[in-house]
């Protein structure tokens, strides 16, 4: 845009036509006041067009601008549009009102430049945001909450591989900048708590607007992500742990009233006791207790689970295979041989009664997770946070029952009563009946403690390997 300048001469000189005006005494070259109107500083020179005298007056529009006083030195501005208190370009001038303008002084400029440097620097400025785990300064959100990347590559380390750490301490330990890598147990221990996701980190990143089933922490015995969605995501969680579908188990079974053979049967405990240890390293918040308190806890309810799994797979348990892979034959004796056959009528029981109620396999998964997450575990160390998981998913088989069976109000509290007579079958004729064959004298809670530290690179070191 140019910029018309009023004629203005001296009164003993005549200005040229092809000459810049300028005003009396003052050099082109060495005034910098001048130097500064006329080349602002990062743009082209204004274009000044000849003195202009009009021969009528102004009949419409603004009245022409006035040459600032030479003497001040005005930034350059943003072009905007007139009369509304806005500034001109390259003209230096300010604009206000109707067309008028007025110089602005060189202490309102320094102000104004201050105060346009101290806010922009304000607003590209960051806001600082600590790590919710060490307080260290937030790379941004990770798994649901801000932490730093030491606290986001541990995280993501630590449920990748499923690394269990244990506590030299009395499991508090303070987790800061400066002591967060002292104690691995209460580190992690403390990402779960304030809200980071296992699942996020299996399943990549989760949108932040839609609510994961995978939003629950446990603080001090308090859910606090028990809202909309939470127990279906929960379920699905305990359903995703499972190694084998049940499809696998089936196949390993053959037709109803088909006799199975002595050898198939071990092989298929094998697999459901397998089964069982693998899916409870997986489900939600086994893995985040200590590993004595997760080998109690299978040591104590190994053979429910197992009965609840062969439930599930539909196992025959005909009495003469049984009876033949526990090692009985006819030269035993007559009483131990109808114990025997007390304890796998009992077995057949409970697995008769529970197919009798087409539990499904959400169910079975609910029904497990009670089982396993019991406080009347012997020498575990945190019975309240156990206890806590398993009112969780009492909860959830509640609800799922509600909105999946609502025509039978019954149906949660006949799956209840399932539990209590589970412990009714014997753990030691389990172990006589399918596991004798395959392990001879070692102790099943050495099985499952070498099942649980192994993972699933666990290799079956008996004569019967699974396959």
């Given at each position: 845009?140019?910029?018309?300048?009023?004629?203005?001469?001296?009164?003993?000189?005549?200005?040229?036509?092809?000459?810049?005006?300028?005003?009396?005494?003052?050099?082109?070259?060495?005034?910098?006041?001048?130097?500064?109107?006329?080349?602002?500083?990062?743009?082209?020179?204004?274009?000044?067009?000849?003195?202009?005298?009009?021969?009528?007056?102004?009949?419409?529009?603004?009245?022409?601008?006035?040459?600032?006083?030479?003497?001040?030195?005005?930034?350059?501005?943003?072009?905007?549009?007139?009369?509304?208190?806005?500034?001109?370009?390259?003209?230096?001038?300010?604009?206000?009102?109707?067309?008028?303008?007025?110089?602005?002084?060189?202490?309102?400029?320094?102000?104004?430049?201050?105060?346009?440097?101290?806010?922009?620097?304000?607003?590209?400025?960051?806001?600082?945001?600590?790590?919710?785990?060490?307080?260290?300064?937030?790379?941004?959100?990770?798994?649901?909450?801000?932490?730093?990347?030491?606290?986001?590559?541990?995280?993501?380390?630590?449920?990748?591989?499923?690394?269990?750490?244990?506590?030299?301490?009395?499991?508090?330990?303070?987790?800061?900048?400066?002591?967060?890598?002292?104690?691995?147990?209460?580190?992690?221990?403390?990402?779960?708590?304030?809200?980071?996701?296992?699942?996020?980190?299996?399943?990549?990143?989760?949108?932040?607007?839609?609510?994961?089933?995978?939003?629950?922490?446990?603080?001090?015995?308090?859910?606090?992500?028990?809202?909309?969605?939470?127990?279906?995501?929960?379920?699905?969680?305990?359903?995703?742990?499972?190694?084998?579908?049940?499809?696998?188990?089936?196949?390993?079974?053959?037709?109803?009233?088909?006799?199975?053979?002595?050898?198939?049967?071990?092989?298929?405990?094998?697999?459901?006791?397998?089964?069982?240890?693998?899916?409870?390293?997986?489900?939600?918040?086994?893995?985040?207790?200590?590993?004595?308190?997760?080998?109690?806890?299978?040591?104590?309810?190994?053979?429910?689970?197992?009965?609840?799994?062969?439930?599930?797979?539909?196992?025959?348990?005909?009495?003469?295979?049984?009876?033949?892979?526990?090692?009985?034959?006819?030269?035993?004796?007559?009483?131990?041989?109808?114990?025997?056959?007390?304890?796998?009528?009992?077995?057949?029981?409970?697995?008769?009664?529970?197919?009798?109620?087409?539990?499904?396999?959400?169910?079975?998964?609910?029904?497990?997770?009670?089982?396993?997450?019991?406080?009347?575990?012997?020498?575990?160390?945190?019975?309240?946070?156990?206890?806590?998981?398993?009112?969780?998913?009492?909860?959830?088989?509640?609800?799922?029952?509600?909105?999946?069976?609502?025509?039978?109000?019954?149906?949660?509290?006949?799956?209840?009563?399932?539990?209590?007579?589970?412990?009714?079958?014997?753990?030691?004729?389990?172990?006589?009946?399918?596991?004798?064959?395959?392990?001879?004298?070692?102790?099943?809670?050495?099985l499952i403690r070498d099942m649980l530290l192994s993972g699933s690179s666990y290799g079956w070191p008996y004569p019967m390997p699974l396959q």
């Amino acid at each position: 845009m140019s910029m018309v300048v009023n004629s203005w001469q001296d009164p003993t000189h005549h200005t040229p036509d092809d000459v810049t005006v300028l005003p009396p005494n003052h050099d082109p070259v060495t005034s910098p006041q001048l130097s500064n109107l006329a080349q602002p500083p990062g743009q082209p020179p204004p274009q000044i067009q000849h003195a202009h005298h009009p021969t009528t007056p102004h009949s419409a529009g603004p009245p022409p601008p006035q040459l600032p006083d030479p003497g001040l030195s005005v930034p350059p501005q943003t072009p905007t549009t007139p009369g509304t208190g806005s500034v001109s370009d390259g003209s230096n001038v300010t604009t206000i009102g109707g067309g008028d303008s007025c110089p602005t002084s060189q202490s309102q400029q320094q102000n104004q430049q201050l105060h346009t440097s101290g806010s922009s620097g304000t607003s590209s400025e960051k806001p600082h945001i600590e790590c919710v785990v060490c307080g260290d300064k937030s790379s941004g959100k990770h798994y649901g909450q801000y932490t730093c990347e030491g606290c986001k590559s541990f995280f993501k380390r630590s449920v990748r591989r499923n690394l269990s750490y244990t506590c030299r301490g009395n499991r508090n330990c303070p987790i800061d900048q400066h002591h967060r890598n002292q104690c691995q147990f209460c580190r992690l221990n403390k990402c779960v708590k304030i809200g980071m996701r296992r699942e996020a980190v299996q399943r990549g990143r989760v949108p932040a607007t839609q609510p994961h089933p995978g939003q629950y922490a446990i603080t001090n015995g308090i859910d606090m992500g028990f809202g909309p969605g939470y127990m279906s995501g929960y379920i699905s969680m305990l359903l995703r742990a499972e190694p084998y579908p049940t499809s696998r188990f089936a196949l390993q079974c053959p037709v109803p009233n088909q006799i199975m053979g002595i050898d198939n049967i071990c092989e298929l405990a094998a697999r459901l006791l397998f089964s069982a240890v693998e899916w409870a390293r997986n489900i939600p918040f086994f893995p985040d207790l200590q590993v004595t308190d997760q080998v109690a806890m299978l040591k104590w309810v190994w053979s429910e689970l197992f009965v609840l799994n062969a439930a599930q797979s539909h196992m025959p348990l005909h009495v003469a295979p049984l009876l033949a892979a526990a090692g009985l034959h006819t030269s035993m004796s007559a009483d131990r041989v109808m114990s025997f056959m007390d304890h796998i009528r009992i077995f057949q029981d409970q697995v008769e009664r529970l197919k009798a109620l087409h539990v499904d396999s959400a169910e079975y998964s609910c029904l497990k997770a009670i089982v396993l997450f019991t406080s009347d575990s012997h020498g575990i160390s945190d019975s309240s946070h156990i206890e806590s998981v398993q009112e969780k998913s009492q909860c959830a088989l509640e609800e799922y029952v509600r909105h999946q069976y609502p025509n039978q109000p019954s149906r949660f509290g006949k799956l209840l009563l399932r539990l209590p007579s589970l412990r009714t079958v014997s753990a030691s004729a389990i172990e006589q009946l399918f596991f004798v064959r395959l392990v001879g004298k070692t102790p099943i809670e050495t099985l499952i403690r070498d099942m649980l530290l192994s993972g699933s690179s666990y290799g079956w070191p008996y004569p019967m390997p699974l396959q």
